[in-house]
């Protein structure tokens, strides 16, 4: 294989979270330029294993991070230890918007893909865009995913409060309203426990370190082990 309790805990993930140019998108009058998209994969191998996609951005990607620290490794090991044999795909992209997750959904998903885990929104929030698009974008990835016969898990995010009450409550709204209209595993807050703890964060406050990573990781398999056929014991 190859990255609320409370509003304050909110807006410290929401500030510069999911992307490597932090300082730049911290205005959300000032749209940070579209981050660079990675060349679609030239060919899918013919017999693959079956797959988990993790769809996301930079919490996804393990920005400051190994490869084998981020959460889709993490749950390809727990794949591992329940006897099961799957490829976690992780097709995380530092700075990416619902819309740019939508973009690259359909090379994302190549392969026998079974589960896809569509992590996108913080940086939706972050730049204080529609919810209204953020609810379109995530319901066409999560359309496109079911008519190819995969499953979903929805992990639900945050918006910053200086956006305002109203705002904060419509983008949580969207998630709920996707999880019941789709019917697909929702996640309320995959960063619940991690997130605005120093300890289980790099040192920008944002991004989960390599023990914030394994929690996430143990989040996320609590919700994807009855889709796979195993038991989360953690």
């Known amino acids: 294989m ?14 510069a979270a999911c992307s490597d140019r932090a300082p730049a998108e911290t205005a959300a009058s000032q749209p940070a330029p579209a981050p660079a998209q990675p060349a679609p994969p030239t060919a899918t191998p013919a017999a693959s294993r079956p797959r988990i996609v ?7 990607a393990g920005l400051g991070l190994s490869p084998e620290e981020a959460y889709p490794a993490r749950l390809e090991a727990h794949l591992e230890q329940s006897g099961l044999d799957y490829e976690v795909v992780n097709a995380g992209v530092s700075g990416d918007t619902s819309a740019g997750g939508l973009r690259r959904l359909d ?5 026998d893909v079974k589960v896809l885990v569509l992590a996108l929104g913080a940086n939706d929030g972050l730049r204080g865009l529609p919810t209204r698009d953020l609810h379109d974008n995530l319901a066409k990835m999560i359309t496109a995913a079911q008519a190819r016969g995969a499953r979903v898990v ?8 200086n956006f305002g009450s109203i705002y904060t409550r419509d983008f949580r709204a969207v998630y709920k309203d996707l999880a019941s209209t789709y019917d697909v595993v929702l996640i309320p807050f995959f960063l619940d426990g991690v997130a605005g703890v120093p300890a289980l964060n790099q040192a920008d406050g944002i991004h989960p370190t390599a023990e914030g990573q394994r929690l996430v990781a143990d989040t996320i398999w609590r919700a994807l ?3 796979v056929g195993a038991r989360a014991t953690s």
């Open 2 to 15: 190859r990255l609320l309790p409370v509003l304050g805990l909110s807006l410290a993930i929401a500030t």
């Open 54 to 60: 993790c769809l996301g951005d930079s919490l996804t």
């Open 107 to 111: 090379w994302s998903m190549s392969g």
């Open 154 to 161: 929805l992990a639900g995010m945050e918006a910053p409060p």
């Open 225 to 227: 082990a009855p889709l």
